[in-house]
């Protein structure tokens, strides 16, 4: 049988075995010295820790999470501000209805955004209804877009920017539901496409829009 290990406090030598003399409810336990690999990484990220934690919060040489997020806000918010000006700098009233809005690639484009992000507001059909499944037609938070009924413009570039910016501040709301300002969500091609495909569905809620000079 091996001898009983010694009896100490902490191992001293490479390879000695030390049954610590701490005992508590009959628990033994032994310690063992650690190799020098372990000991010189485990220094060293202690230096690395008080080395890093003082650039971070005593210098401005490493950004934190916050400053990093918000100048990508910053940059996503000046990129869909350039895109916005150039597209309005070529976008009026008659380009809408006449061209964006009988454009079918344009029009499909903006269904689709549509369907992603309004119908659960003004309904598949733009009636701003929902059948319950019984024949009843269920009133939604937004208004209705087939009505032939603008709450607060019929003008194309008017309904743009009201898409664009949301309710008016002014506005009560539909039952107290204020549509939110999209632009902080879709880019202004986006919104230009799905004005497009609501202009489409009501082609004659537009015809006094002057119509495109004739080349």
Known sequence: MS?????????????????????????????????????????????????????YYGTTWIKSPQQ?????IIAVQAAQLKELNKLLADLDDTKL?????????????????????????????????IDDGHGKRIPLPGL???DHIWKFTNKPMGLFNLINKGSPPESTGNNGAKMEAWGQKLSPMEIAQVLSYVISKVPEDFTEIPKPAAK
């Open 97 to 129: 209805v006449y061209k964006l809005a009988t454009d079918p690639l344009y029009v499909a484009a903006g269904q689709a955004t549509f369907t992603k992000n309004c119908v659960p507001c003004h309904g598949v059909d733009l009636s701003a209804t």
């Open 3 to 55: 001898a009983d290990p010694k009896r100490g406090q902490f191992a001293k030598a490479k390879g000695e075995i030390i049954l610590r003399e701490h005992e508590f409810d009959g628990i033994q336990e032994f310690d063992q010295k650690l190799p020098n690999w372990w000991l010189f990484t485990f220094y060293a990220a202690i230096v690395f820790f008080v080395f890093y934690w003082s650039v």
């Open 68 to 72: 990093v997020v918000q100048e990508k």
């Open 144 to 146: 209705p877009l087939t």
